[in-house]
């Protein structure tokens, strides 16, 4: 089945502790990136990755960090949360740029106290 | 940079209802999604629309690019249609494969 799949689903951690947000794709898909969605404000592109090794910061990198070192995973790295990092964060990945189809994975709730 | 305008904002129906969603756009799109959140938070794709007009069961859609507006169409409404309808737009042009995301409409389908 194609999907995207993120780990883990949910996580509570502390102020300061590094954690990683796992994110892989089964479709061969040479884009992936990263969403926050917050109250209010919707959902917002954190980082974009074009292929292997090709990264670009989106509208809110501050904070994050990405790696692509193989196609099918593009994780999120937090190396040192802060409580307004607290987000419900999706991954996502398509064939190519903006005109084709994204498919998003079932999300991540981090709560950061 | 593309503005999107999702109306309602709410809506609640009985079940077995039928209902339009729009979603209005500002400039020229290349992509057009339309997804559904969950109350769980996951977010399903229902439709990548960004012109023409497609059906899958009791959903339908519809993209009028040249006048920037796209139609999400529920029939027969049931419960488990709760939750919250993002239309995402993206613009040609340029490397990132963002997509710019609505307000979303908040549909309650009541028993």
């Known amino acids: 089945e194609a999907q995207v799949t993120q780990n883990p689903r949910y996580l509570i951690t502390v102020t300061g502790k590094k954690l990683t947000v796992t994110c892989s794709q089964n479709m061969n898909h040479e884009y992936m990136s990263w969403y926050r969605q917050d109250p209010g404000l919707g959902l917002r592109q954190i980082y974009y990755?074009?292929?292997?090794?090709?990264?670009d910061k989106g509208d809110v990198p501050e904070g994050y960090k990405v790696s692509r070192k193989e196609k099918r995973n593009f994780p999120l790295i937090l190396e040192s949360p802060s409580p307004n990092q607290t987000s419900l964060y999706f991954c996502?990945?398509?064939?190519?740029?903006?005109?084709?189809?994204?498919?998003f994975g079932p999300g991540t709730r981090l709560t950061v106290t | 940079g593309i503005q999107v305008e999702q109306s309602p904002p709410d809506l609640i129906l009985q079940e077995g209802a039928n209902s339009t969603l729009r979603c209005n756009f500002s400039?020229?799109?290349?992509?057009l999604q339309w997804f559904h959140q969950n109350p769980w938070g996951q977010l399903i794709n229902l439709f990548y629309i960004p012109s023409g007009t497609k059906q899958n069961g009791r959903l339908s859609a519809t993209t009028v690019a040249t006048e920037r507006y796209s139609l999400l169409y529920i029939s027969s409404s049931q419960t488990t249609d709760s939750g919250v309808y993002f239309c995402a737009v993206a613009g040609g042009g340029g490397a990132t494969n963002k997509l710019i995301f609505g307000t979303g409409t908040l549909l309650a389908v009541q028993p």
């Open positions: 996502a990945s398509s064939f190519g740029p903006s005109g084709f189809e994204q498919y």
């Open positions: 990755s074009m292929n292997v090794e090709v990264t």
């Open positions: 400039d020229s799109v290349n992509n």
